[in-house]
């Protein structure tokens, strides 16, 4: 069965169980949706997608992967839009980011990132968690 025709059905099925607003849908039901169309999933965006998701800018990752910036554009949009946009760290790297908030004066999410090569997003997702850490 061919991809439209499995997310056309899928489509129909959710109707049928749920109604005819999108908006009462579960979650997991409309995500389902969404990755009928989901590109390939091939070693390199898995790389690709691994690196957006610790934080790598798209300057940074189109340079080491050979990629144009406008494609990592769209391929962190598509995972923002699918929930998937779930940012990650390494020990190794709540360490460095500790580091750089502790020894910067006034740091804010914008300089921390630059000084790591990193997305502000990313960074402000990390600071996050530290305090979360700190206060538990």
């Known amino acids: 069965m061919s991809s439209n025709k499995k997310m056309a059905a899928e489509i129909r099925a959710a109707y049928a169980n749920y109604g005819n607003d999108p908006d009462n849908w ?9 990755g009928q169309t989901k590109d390939e999933h091939t070693a390199e965006n898995k790389i690709l997608r691994h690196l957006i998701l610790h ?15 406008q494609y990592l554009q769209q391929l962190r949009d598509r995972m923002q839009r699918r929930d ?12 460095q ?3 750089n908030v502790k020894h910067m ?3 804010n999410n914008k300089e921390v990132a630059s000084v790591m090569g990193r997305d502000k997003d990313w960074v402000r997702c990390m600071r996050e ?8």
């Open 26 to 34: 579960p979650k997991d039901v409309k995500k389902e949706i969404r």
């Open 55 to 69: 934080g790598y800018t798209n300057k940074y990752i189109a340079q080491e992967r050979s990629k144009k910036p």
């Open 84 to 95: 998937e946009l779930n940012y990650q760290a390494t020990p190794d790297e709540f360490v």
């Open 97 to 99: 980011l500790k580091y």
């Open 105 to 107: 004066n006034r740091p």
């Open 129 to 136: 968690k530290l305090r979360e850490a700190e206060n538990v």
